[in-house]
């Protein structure tokens, strides 16, 4: 019964040393939870940051495009002025050409 005792007084002993922390180790898992939690806070403003960035390259993007649809639009508006100009030129030439013509015509019978 004495070995009993004394083997049991020894296992709790063993058993209560290796349950309790230590001071150092306290120590160490807290600072290891600071620096975990500390990781955490940066996660969470890079995803915040990356989503403001995110949010803003959409817009930009959007506006990019209603500029360049806007862009384009004023191109075809330029080209179909500069076509209109240019047949209107050619429409004033051709009456002058015919015009001259004419006039040719109506000096040779003049003449006869």
Same mark, same amino acid.
């Given at each position: 019964? +004495?070995?009993?005792? /004394? #083997?049991?007084?020894?296992? #709790? @002993?063993i058993l209560s040393i290796t349950a309790c922390d230590s001071k150092v180790e306290s120590a160490r898992k807290d600072a290891l939870e600071s620096k975990?939690?500390?990781?955490e806070n940066k996660a969470d403003a890079v995803k915040k940051e990356t989503k403001e %960035?995110? /949010?803003?390259? *959409? /817009? =930009? !993007?959007? #506006?990019? @495009? %209603? *500029? =360049?649809?806007d862009a384009e639009k004023l191109r075809a508006e330029t080209a +179909?002025? *500069?076509a209109a100009d240019a047949a209107e030129?050619? $429409? /004033? !030439?051709?009456? $002058? @050409? *015919? +015009?001259?013509l004419q006039e040719k015509a109506d000096a040779a019978r003049d003449r006869k």
């Open positions: 019964m +004495k070995n009993y005792t /004394k #083997l049991t007084a020894i296992s #709790l @002993a975990a939690d500390a990781l %960035v995110a /949010k803003d390259f *959409a /817009k =930009q !993007s959007e #506006l990019d @495009a %209603v *500029a =360049q649809k +179909k002025k *500069a030129e050619l $429409r /004033k !030439s051709g009456e $002058r @050409a *015919a +015009k001259e």
